[in-house]
């Protein structure tokens, strides 16, 4: 994942944006860049959210904890706790991605919860388009959308509790 990280740096600077900023970005980055989980294998860059839980998530059969961000079918590891944390540094991996991402699934835990104006206004300058459920719906969404063929990523962040229906 990081070459993929790096191909992003360098496609960012094709686009016509300098190589240091964009390496200075992936620096920010508020990812675990020593537990990166590359979870698609082979040909299929396909990932799916198949469980989630208190704690974590099981994406393609690899039970991951805390919270995580999908694209390109790569895992990581997405240093943000609750909603109030996602900021547009927070976000600044996705419009790095090449080819150019459609839209972003947003998870916010347990609840849906508002992302800040700045975070809508960041993703929108980029032409991403944002979808903000809580992370159980989150995840049914970013499946569906794979399974159509759709270009899009995730950032969820985890569940705090347990669905008092389970």
């Known amino acids: 994942?990081?070459?993929?990280?790096?191909?992003?740096?360098?496609?960012?600077?094709a686009a016509g944006r300098s190589l240091r900023r964009s390496i200075h970005t992936l620096s920010r980055l508020q990812v675990d860049m020593e537990q990166n989980?590359?979870?698609?294998?082979?040909?299929?860059?396909?990932?799916?959210?198949?469980?989630?839980?208190?704690g974590g998530f099981t994406v393609n059969a690899?039970?991951?904890?805390?919270?995580?961000?999908v694209a390109m079918g790569t895992v990581l590891k997405w240093k943000v706790n609750k909603a109030?944390?996602?900021?547009?540094?927070?976000l600044s991996l996705f419009p790095l991605l090449d080819?150019?991402?459609?839209?972003?699934v947003l998870g916010t835990g347990d609840s849906i919860a508002p992302v800040s104006k700045e975070v809508r206004e960041y993703l929108r300058?980029?032409?991403?388009?944002?979808?903000v459920l809580d992370?159980?719906?989150?995840?049914?969404?970013?499946?569906?959308?794979?399974?159509?063929?759709?270009?899009?990523?995730a950032a969820m962040v985890v569940l705090q509790h347990r669905r008092k229906d389970a």
């Open 62 to 69: 690899t039970d991951i904890r805390g919270s995580i961000a």
């Open 84 to 90: 109030a944390d996602i900021t547009p540094d927070a």
């Open 125 to 131: 300058q980029r032409n991403i388009a944002l979808e």
């Open 1 to 13: 994942c990081c070459k993929t990280m790096l191909a992003a740096a360098t496609a960012a600077a």
């Open 99 to 104: 080819p150019k991402l459609e839209i972003l």
């Open 135 to 153: 992370s159980r719906n989150a995840a049914a969404t970013f499946n569906f959308l794979l399974e159509e063929g759709r270009y899009a990523a």
């Open 37 to 54: 989980i590359l979870t698609a294998q082979g040909t299929s860059p396909k990932v799916k959210i198949s469980r989630l839980g208190p």
